[in-house]
C-alpha cells in the first residue's frame, strides 16, 4: 500500500537530509544488518540509553520510511523542540495518564505500510540499571501483525569515531494468531528485550 504524501511527510523529508549530515560527521555509525530491514510497516524497537538514540534509528533508515517514533511528552512542552517534533509527525506519549491516541496513531500508521519506532523500557535506562520492558511494542505488533524488529544501539556513543548498530531479524511475536494474555504480552516484552540485548556486538 503507498503511503500519503502527508504534511508531516514533506517536512519529514527536508529534514531528513539535514540529520544525514549531522549523523555522517558526529556519529561516523555502521549499520550492521540492514539486509534485515523489511519493506513496509514494521515496529523498530531498540534499547534506549541515550537521549540521541532516536537519530541513530531515523539514520538506519531511508527517507522513504516515514518513522514515526513514540516520543515523551515533556519534550513537546519545549516550545521549538515540540514544534518540530509535531511537525515531522512524531508520536506523542503522555505516561502521566491513560491515553490510547499514541496506539491508535501507530496502528493508523502501521497499517498504511509505515515504520513505528518503540523504545520497550519507556524511558531511558543506564548501564547499571535494569528496567522491565513495557508491554506496548508488542500489543501493537500483535494487533496490526507488524514484524518487530529488534535493533541494538550502542550504550556509549562515542563523537567523530564509530559507533556500530545492529540491526536483528525481524519476527511475528503472534505467529499463531492466538488471543494473548496479559502473561503472554509480558513474557514476549521480555523476550522482545533479550533478542535486543543478544545482537551486543
Not at 522491565?132 to 535493533?151: E, M, N, Q, S
Request: hydrophobic share 40%; with cysteine; aromatic share 8%.
Amino acid at each position: 500500500m503507498t503511503k500519503p504524501y502527508t504534511k508531516q511527510y514533506r517536512a519529514y523529508r527536508r529534514w531528513y537530509p539535514i540529520l544525514k549530515i549531522l549523523m555522517w560527521l558526529f556519529a561516523h555509525t555502521r549499520f550492521i544488518g540492514r539486509e534485515n530491514i523489511p519493506e513496509g510497516a514494521c515496529v523498530v524497537c531498540g534499547n534506549h540509553t541515550s537521549n540521541v538514540d532516536p537519530f541513530f534509528l531515523l539514520d538506519m533508515l531511508p527517507i522513504s520510511d516515514h518513522l514515526r517514533i513514540l516520543t515523551k511528552v515533556e519534550l513537546y512542552r519545549i516550545p521549538v523542540v515540540g514544534a518540530f517534533l509535531r511537525s515531522v509527525g512524531m508520536i506523542r506519549v503522555d505516561r502521566s495518564i491513560a491515553d490510547i491516541t499514541p496506539v491508535r496513531e501507530s496502528m493508523a500508521h502501521l497499517k498504511i505500510g509505515g515504520k513505528v519506532a518503540i523504545f520497550p523500557q519507556g524511558t531511558r535506562v543506564t548501564e547499571d540499571e535494569s528496567v522491565a520492558a513495557k508491554t506496548g511494542a508488542v500489543r501493537i505488533a500483535d494487533k496490526t501483525r507488524a514484524p518487530i524488529l529488534p535493533v541494538y544501539i550502542p550504550r556509549r556513543k562515542r563523537i567523530f569515531r564509530r559507533n556500530t548498530v545492529v540491526i536483528g531479524v525481524p519476527y511475528e511475536v503472534n505467529p499463531a494468531h492466538v488471543r494473548l494474555t496479559p502473561e503472554d504480552t509480558e513474557r514476549l516484552s521480555a523476550e522482545l528485550m533479550g533478542r535486543i540485548a543478544e545482537l551486543a556486538p
